[in-house]
């Protein structure tokens, strides 16, 4: 192995990238095109004249960006003919994203599929500027707009947003609470416990992708959900495991039959009660819940 140090693209691009990958992922909600993006960001860095770059990040995130909105308007298309509901693929995620609230909620599966109801435009302007903290000068070159546009862009998609998001969520041990609670009554086939946790509004979204079976539609509604549960294991006349895990930043569940993992089941929790569940089951959307995925903000 050569012992020489990487050339200098190489290294800036090494060192920013895992803000890049967050850029993609926050803005595609699939780890597989967000590292396709990286891929066609890498080539086209590298062929950049290094010496008129002033500022090496930002002008990594404007490749990022542009590559992630290519990558958004055709994966809309897909979305289109996509089977039953299109949840984002979950990552299994390190502490310190919990750690960091506006990192965990900006990822988390409710706040992924709010951003999904933005237009590709509004998505790029919504995440580099609330999730990001960068400046309308900076979005303003990565999405091809003028300062002033991306400040009515940004105000805009953010009022969409507010109106949409989910209500604060509780900590992450009070979230880690409720779904152990969950777990306990799932396990035990306790309905009354399914009940319990689960708030009267509940919402559940299951994402099998057409190659697994899931509810084409939410399933609304505690007495639903804890049914569509319970009345699930006793049809699989299989071992149903589950094993806790952070996923996009929050308190999740491996979920496995006969020992093979079957999904990722994640929630959302207010007011020491689950709101909101979501279950991925499509086996392509389960690489990156075999190692963590860094994610950051910063870099």
Known sequence: MSDR????ATETFVAHR????????????????????????????VGVDQEQVDDERAYLVRI???????????????????????????LLTAPDVAEDV??????????????????PTERAVFVLREAFDIGYEEIAAAVDKSPAAVRQ????????????RPRQKVSPRRAQA???????????????????????EVVLVSDGGGIKRAALRPVVGADKVARFYLGGTARAGVTITTEPTVANGSPALLVRLDGELDGVLAAHVEDARITGLYYVR??????????ETRLTRWG
Do not use: C
Request: proline share 5%; net charge neutral; charged share 25%.
């Open 178 to 200: 409720a779904l152990e609670a969950f777990q306990r009554a799932l396990d035990t086939r306790d309905m009354q416990g399914l009940l319990d946790v689960l708030a009267p």
């Open 18 to 45: 895992n803000l890049l990958f967050t850029v993609a992922y926050e803005m595609l909600g699939s780890a597989a095109d967000a590292e396709d993006v990286l891929q066609e960001t890498w080539l086209r860095w």
């Open 5 to 8: 140090p990487a050339d200098p």
């Open 282 to 291: 499509n086996p392509e959307k389960l690489s990156r819940v075999a190692s």
């Open 64 to 90: 990022t960006t542009r590559q992630a909105l290519n990558r958004l308007r055709t994966m809309k298309r897909r979305k289109e003919a996509y089977v039953g509901q299109w949840l984002p693929e979950p």
């Open 153 to 164: 862009i940004a105000h805009r998609a953010r009022r969409h947003v507010d109106a949409r």
């Open 102 to 119: 506006l990192l965990a909620e900006s990822v988390s599966m409710a706040m992924m599929l709010v951003l999904e109801t933005l237009s």
